[in-house]
């Protein structure tokens, strides 16, 4: 079974940083994208960050220039390293991974449990 698991979220004060972490497990044959969304208490999910398999990244207009998204393929885990937050960023942190189990020859979209990141002083 496969699982996606995050971590490094928390309480941060504005213009601080945060590291987050989401790594695969399971019987995994192949990753292509792999995502950060987030979701806002009263709002709908939105995408943060993402990046395929060879490295070519995408971000939403709200947080290039503060956020860095990085993978490990040899882990099958991806990063995202937030600087200078600010209020607005606060919510649960959702990574998402487009990968193929040993089980099957499609591609299936898998989610992790998600983790709070709150930005406040």
């Known amino acids: 079974q496969v699982q996606l698991v995050e971590s490094g979220g928390g309480l941060v004060q504005p213009g601080g940083s945060l590291r987050l972490s989401c790594a695969a497990s399971g019987y995994i044959f192949n990753i292509n994208d792999m995502g950060w969304y987030r979701q806002a208490p009263g709002k709908e999910r939105e995408l943060v960050a993402t990046?395929?398999?060879?490295?070519?990244?995408n971000y939403a207009d709200s947080v290039k220039g503060r956020f860095t998204i990085s993978r490990d393929n040899a882990k099958n885990t991806v990063y995202l390293q937030m600087n200078s937050l600010k209020p607005e960023d606060t919510g649960v942190y959702y990574c998402?991974?487009?990968?193929?189990?040993?089980?099957?020859?499609?591609?299936?979209?898998?989610w992790g449990q998600g983790t709070q990141v709150t930005v406040s002083s």
């Open positions: 990046i395929t398999s060879g490295g070519r990244t």
């Open positions: 998402n991974a487009d990968l193929r189990d040993g089980y099957n020859t499609h591609y299936i979209t898998y």
